[in-house]
T-cell receptor, first 113, second 113 residues
Framework: KAGVTQTPRYLIKTRGQQVTLSCSPISGHRSVSWYQQTPGQGLQFLFE???????NKGNFPGRFSGRQFSNSRSEMNVSTLELGDSALYLCASTTSGTTDTQYFGPGTRLTVL | QKEVEQDPGPLSVPEGAIVSLNCTYSNSAFQYFMWYRQYSRKGPELLMY????GNKEDGRFTAQVDKSSKYISLFIRDSQPSDSATYLCAMSSNTGANSKLTFGKGITLSVRP
């Protein structure tokens, strides 16, 4: 079974631009969560989508948004990029069972110049 | 005070050593405890998952949870160079696809041959 895939793997943008990241979950997984990982703050929860609905949201500004499509693929968008948005963005897909087994993708490394 | 605190490291040990990794937390609602391992340029992968207090063993790895002290540990026996990675503790207060993980910042372990 294929794992979680994220595209692109690396991205360089300049301040003020916007960016869209993509995540394809493991086949059959309906929940997708997004996390931001930085050396200073570690891994922080951004939001979670299930059946195209945002069910959970972390403490990030409204510049961070996401969506999920009917095939469970998810995108996240960051508008008006700031230098502090440079991070590894990780996507995790979850089984629909009763355990918290989240499977992570390799991440997208975003650098904002 | 952050909800989850993890020893910052880094940690360097000789091959064959017993490694002890620890996290403390402040949110008494946490019931599900996980340890993830993250290799360089990869996403985190689930190592151990425990519910409530107690011990769980899987090969060379033992996870320990003490809810009364709000303290969790991961022990690695007979450490190998292949164990060199960043280890993250994670916790959740609920289960299922609607879960949100709160992570420690991670500790980088290096096992010297």
């Amino acid at each position: 079974k294929a794992g979680v895939t994220q595209t692109p793997r690396y991205l360089i943008k300049t301040r003020g631009q916007q960016v869209t990241l993509s995540c394809s979950p493991i086949s059959g997984h309906r929940s997708v969560s997004w996390y931001q990982q930085t050396p200073g703050q570690g891994l922080q929860f951004l939001f979670e989508y299930f059946s195209e609905t945002q069910r959970n949201k972390g403490n990030f500004p409204g510049r961070f948004s996401g969506r999920q499509f009917s095939n469970s693929r998810s995108e996240m968008n960051v508008s008006t990029l700031e230098l502090g948005d440079s991070a590894l963005y990780l996507c995790a897909s979850t089984t629909s069972g009763t355990t918290d087994t989240q499977y992570f993708g390799p991440g997208t490394r975003l650098t904002v110049l | 005070q952050k909800e989850v605190e993890q020893d910052p490291g880094p940690l360097s040990v000789p091959e064959g050593a017993i490694v002890s990794l620890n996290c403390t937390y402040s949110n008494s609602a946490f019931q599900y405890f996980m340890w993830y391992r993250q290799y360089s340029r990869k996403g985190p992968e689930l190592l151990m998952y425990t519910y409530s207090s107690g011990n769980k063993e899987d090969g060379r790895f033992t996870a320990q949870v003490d809810k009364s002290s709000k303290y969790i540990s991961l022990f690695i026996r007979d450490s190998q160079p292949s164990d060199s990675a960043t280890y993250l503790c994670a916790m959740s207060s609920n289960t299922g696809a609607n879960s949100k993980l709160t992570f420690g910042k991670g500790i980088t372990l290096s096992v010297r041959p």
